[in-house]
């Protein structure tokens, strides 16, 4: 993320790519089983900081959903990787 760039600018990124990782049910559920979130505590605290760290390292430890999901969302790997770091 460039410096400028707040937290509000990478939790908005991070809730984007939470819809992006939830959008696929197999891709969903092994959030649920690397996190050990539930879906009840996932959508009961889904815009935490450590929730939103939680997702965007989930998809740092798949580079193919980190890729797909930079894509998708219309960012550099590296740009959703810095707002799992600013969280």
Not at 22 to 38: W, Y
Request: net charge negative; glycine share 8%; proline share 7%.
């Amino acid at each position: 993320m460039r410096p400028q760039e707040t937290n509000e600018d990478a939790t908005a990124l991070a809730l984007r790519a939470l819809v992006w990782t939830l959008g696929e049910p197999d891709r969903a559920q092994r959030l649920l089983d690397t996190t050990g979130l539930f879906p009840d505590d996932l959508r009961a605290r889904a815009g935490e900081p450590a929730v939103l760290g939680a997702v965007i390292g989930f998809l740092c430890n798949h580079e193919p959903d980190l890729l797909a999901c930079a894509a998708d969302l219309g960012v550099k790997p590296e740009t959703l990787a810095a707002a799992g770091d600013m969280l």
